[in-house]
């Protein structure tokens, strides 16, 4: 039996070393393009209306966490039949992400009532119609991640949010008020999954394989599990607040928080991804 040939070292360096660059492009201008959102919102929304926004955005990303399934990490870690196991991971991406949208859908109203703002109905529909969008494109991005593409990822990763920024604060500026982020996020979420399909070298498109689909779950599970307590460690702060001294205070604290973690993520964010990306390369 023909061993596996041992990875090239110096490559996998090389590679990591430039998906560090491509990546901490893309952070610090995703990053600036927040800032430059941020200070707009702040200066033409009370305090009031970016607490909603916040709820809209908590619900958003809370289920994108649960509907990723840890597909994407499942995915980067696959041996064998990758464009099939691909192509099972889309197919599981958009059911979850249909299904778990249409939830948020049905439930907004109570949502927006537990954090005492049943004007955030809207707003909570609106993202929830994101939801699918954006757990199926973390199937693309993963590809472009297996392969080190980061040059590639950083087209979908990037470009939208700059335009997006452009949307949202051209929207503010002529008083459209909370769905003016919530258009740009949209067309960032429209415009982030088109490109990501686009600069893929190889499309699955969609298809089934029952025994694919579970060993993706198998792998994928205890990522998703660990990305959902992450994310309750690191936003049930924000659940207190709104709840129990409403969507006022929660306006604040949204604003401040994001303003000061901010160059701690543009740092952190692009070394961790890019490195734990490389070691996985590196163990196959």
Same mark, same amino acid.
């Given at each position: ?67 990723? /399934?840890? !597909? @994407? ?8 039949? $990758?464009?099939? =196991? #691909? +192509?099972? &991971? /889309?197919? !599981? @991406? ?8 249409? $939830?948020?859908? =049905? #439930? +907004?109203? &109570? ?16 993202? #929830? ?19 080190? #593409? ?135």
């Amino acid at each position: 039996m023909a061993q596996r040939p041992e990875p090239d070292s110096a490559g996998l360096d090389r590679r990591a070393a430039r998906g560090t660059l491509w990546v901490g492009a893309s952070s610090w201008l995703n990053r600036l393009m927040l800032v430059a959102v941020l200070a707009v919102l702040a200066m033409r929304l009370s305090p009031r209306e970016l607490g909603i926004l916040s709820v809209g955005g908590l619900c958003q990303n809370a289920l994108i966490i649960l509907g990723s /399934l840890g !597909l @994407a990490d499942a995915l980067v870690y696959q041996r064998e039949r $990758v464009s099939e =196991a #691909a +192509a099972t &991971a /889309l197919t !599981l @991406a958009a059911i979850a992400g249909v299904l778990i949208g249409g $939830v948020l859908v =049905a #439930a +907004a109203p &109570a949502v927006a009532a537990f954090f005492r703002v049943p004007e955030a109905t809207g707003v909570i529909r609106a993202y #929830a119609l994101m939801v699918p969008l954006s757990v199926v494109k973390q199937v693309p991005f993963a590809q472009l991640t297996r392969e080190l #593409a980061f040059n590639w990822r950083f087209v979908p990763e990037t470009l939208p949010r700059i335009v997006a920024a452009g949307v949202t604060i051209g929207l503010a500026l002529a008083g459209v008020g909370v769905w003016s982020l919530v258009i740009g996020d949209g067309v960032a979420s429209v415009l982030s999954l088109v490109l990501c399909f686009a600069v893929l070298p190889a499309r699955s498109g969609f298809s089934w394989h029952p025994d694919l689909a579970a060993g993706l779950w198998r792998y994928g599970k205890h990522i998703a599990a660990t990305q959902s307590f992450d994310f309750a460690l690191q936003n049930i702060d924000y659940v207190l607040v709104g709840r129990l001294l409403g969507p006022i205070a929660l306006g604040y604290y949204s604003l401040a928080f994001r303003i000061a973690i901010l160059p701690f993520l543009a740092i952190t964010y692009a070394m961790a991804r890019n490195g734990r990306m490389a070691m996985r390369n590196a163990s196959e």
